[in-house]
Nanobody, 122 residues
Framework: QVQLVESGGGLAQPGGSLRLSCATSGFAFSTSAMGWYRQTPGQERELVASISRDGGTTNYDRAIKGRFTISRDNAKDTLYLQMNNLQPEDTAKYYC???????????????WGQGTQVTVSS
């Protein structure tokens, strides 16, 4: 079955950095567009970054553009999110999922991983 395992979150100070990972299995990662979502309590989960299956195309929400970088390693079936210059408003639980295409916001899989919590605070 599909597994999405997010890791790398934690507590960071404003201006700090974190690198999130999403280890996947159970589907054809290398032929799937992928995305990072985030969710805060009481809010809808929102897509913040996406990447094409070959990594050649990336898209970012305006709130994170220029600070976060999405990447992937198809040999390891793993997705990454490098988060720099973190701000308190980046505090959220972060999730990954496959996308039907890189410009879509709709996740492929109905089930999600456990997510990884990012908290930005001084």
């Amino acid at each position: 079955q599909v597994q999405l395992v997010e890791s790398g979150g934690g507590l960071a100070q404003p201006g700090g950095s974190l690198r999130l990972s999403c280890a996947t299995s159970g589907f054809a990662f290398s032929t799937s567009a992928m995305g990072w979502y985030r969710q805060t309590p009481g809010q809808e989960r929102e897509l913040v970054a996406s990447i094409s299956r070959d990594g050649g195309t990336t898209n970012y929400d305006r709130a994170i553009k220029g600070r976060f970088t999405i990447s992937r390693d198809n040999a390891k079936d793993t997705l990454y999110l490098q988060m720099n210059n973190l701000q308190p408003e980046d505090t959220a639980k972060y999730y990954c999922n496959a996308l039907t295409r890189v410009l879509s916001t709709r996740p492929v899989f109905a089930s999600w991983g456990q997510g990884t919590q990012v908290t930005v605070s001084s």
